[in-house]
């Protein structure tokens, strides 16, 4: 059945749904699922637009393993809305977070598997205030000792609020395909003109959002491979590098962002980045396969750090 | 937002015992199906809300055939659409079966 073909190891993680994310990431049958398509928990505003809801509202939370430990995860589903935060999708991943920071007993891990936009705009404030609670939920749990994994790597990449969701958690791995940004490029163009950021020019779009440069300038902790396994790896990997939140942590975060300001701030492009970087042959970046890049990343000092 | 609700009664039971199954996606060009093994006997209820209106007749057309080749006795099956081809449909109740007689 193509649903299982899609969930194998090797399966892209970039073309799956949010649930084929899931049923690939975790072990073999330990995922729960928390407030269910049946509970039929749908937008209330969508209606209101004649548009069709989402019986999930496009994010599926729930509990399961992850190589044996018990993991919280709550995935954005890319393909409805633009993966976007709102009332109900933001709800449940707050509420997911709360979960583990008032509860010793249940998981200490909350994987979230970002795919999204930003805001629903339909449905402005309410999400405006769902990226705002699940910031504040993320740094609550991360207080509390909760580790918070961002996997980034869906159609939708992480934009506007999932990518500053993305900059709150604990550690976060990225695929080529991934891309982590603020405001996308399409807004950047349209707010400060093509000269600034020409969208259309999928190259440069790809080469400074994208996973390599993200990974790179230190935006991500791991880079995946874009499959099940790829991901499982990654994810697996960064739960034992889980930086403490605490001062120290903060301040080391606050000199690696000042610092990156001060040596790559005059740059204009990704490949002007990597070779500030210290990197011999910056063009090759782009072609490099995963093993290489892998390797090369390693090396950076930017891409390593203790902070986040 | 059409909404269309059509009641069958198929020749038997679905096979298998999995209580709930989800496929597909609210999307351009898809759908999502909440298949669910929630109804007596051999009844057979398809809800749909989709925003294209004016497909009635395709909707029954595409229902009465699955109805009639599957057999979904005891299933409630709520769709979403998100404008999805007749194909994609029956394409997607399809896969939804195989999911609910897994196991």
Partial sequence: ?308 | MLTLKFKHAAKRRLSGKKDTSIIGVVASGNLEVLLERVLPGAECEVDIATPITGYDETWKAVVTEFVERFSPGGLRVSINDGGARPDTVFLRLMQGCALMEKE
């Fill in chain 1, 1 to 308: 059945m193509m649903e299982d073909a899609a969930i194998h190891g090797q399966g892209s993680w970039f073309q799956a749904t949010a649930r084929q994310r899931i049923a690939g990431l975790l072990d073999p049958d330990s995922f729960t699922e928390f407030l269910g398509p049946s509970e039929r928990v749908r937008s209330p505003h969508l209606h209101l637009f004649d548009l069709p809801a989402a019986f999930d509202d496009g994010v599926v939370i729930g509990r399961g393993k992850l190589d044996g430990k018990d993991v919280f995860v709550a995935a954005q589903e890319g393909q409805f809305m633009g993966g976007t935060f709102a009332e109900v999708s933001g709800a449940k991943i707050v509420g997911l977070l709360r979960a583990a920071r008032g509860h010793k007993d249940l998981p200490q891990t909350v994987l979230l598997l970002l795919d999204s936009g930003g805001v629903r705009l339909q449905e402005a404030n309410a999400g405006e205030l769902a990226v705002a609670e699940v910031m504040r939920a993320i740094v609550q749990a991360r207080c509390a000792g909760v580790a918070v994994i961002a996997l980034v790597g869906g159609k939708a990449g992480a934009f506007g609020g999932a990518g500053l969701t993305a900059a709150t958690c604990s550690r976060i791995a990225v695929s080529e395909q991934g891309r982590i940004a603020v405001s996308g490029p399409e807004v950047i163009e349209t707010n400060m003109g093509v000269e600034e950021f020409d969208s259309s020019n999928k190259a440069l779009v790809w080469s400074t959002d994208g996973g390599k440069n993200r990974r790179l300038i230190g935006g991500a902790d791991a880079f995946a491979q874009d499959s099940m396994n790829g991901f499982r790896a990654a994810a697996k990997a960064l739960l034992s590098r889980v930086p403490p939140f605490d001062l120290k942590t903060m301040q080391a975060e606050q000199e690696r962002l000042a610092s990156r300001q001060k040596r790559l701030g005059a740059c204009d492009d990704a490949v002007s980045m990597w070779r500030v970087l210290g990197i011999k042959d910056p063009e090759a970046v782009r072609d490099m396969d995963g093993k290489d890049f892998t390797a090369l990343a390693n090396s950076i000092k930017e891409a390593s750090h203790d902070a986040r």
